[in-house]
């Protein structure tokens, strides 16, 4: 259902991008986006989408921050100075690479979410010139 919204999504995107129907057109499927967009349903996804986004956006930093005292406590042991650079370096790619797994699942999870938008609003959504909201 997600790749079947998402193309639905595109093609939507691109006529209105690409239409030659002229500024009449385009003004008629603003005020059906609009429509929907002001949905019940679509703005309680929204409000849940914006939840999800101030969470993760506060998970990052803390990894970073654990990443950065990490670092910090390898460079600072009582080996040689060519040890404690090898030491670090070998942590900094370590959380280097956890850090990036953060940002992936961060980045896919408000994917996710963004989808379930998009799938909730076209199955909530009435179909235009229906005599929908």
């Known amino acids: 259902m997600r790749g079947k ?8 995107v691109g006529y209105v991008l690409g239409t030659r129907a002229g500024r009449e057109r385009y003004e008629q499927i603003k005020t059906q986006w609009l ?31 654990d990443s950065a005292v990490k670092v910090t406590k390898a460079a ?29 699942t961060t980045a896919k999870a408000a994917k996710d979410a963004v989808e379930d938008l998009v799938d909730e609003a076209t199955d909530d959504a009435p179909a235009p010139g229906r005599g929908g909201a």
């Open 5 to 12: 919204a998402g193309l639905v999504v595109g093609l939507a």
């Open 35 to 65: 429509k929907v967009w002001n949905l019940d349903p679509v703005q309680e996804q929204v409000g849940k989408v914006k939840e999800f986004a101030k969470t993760s956006a506060m998970a990052l930093p803390s990894t970073l921050w």
């Open 76 to 104: 600072s042991g009582k080996e040689t100075v060519g040890q404690k650079l090898d030491a670090a370096l070998k942590v900094s790619k370590d959380q280097a690479d956890d850090v990036g797994r953060a940002a992936k």
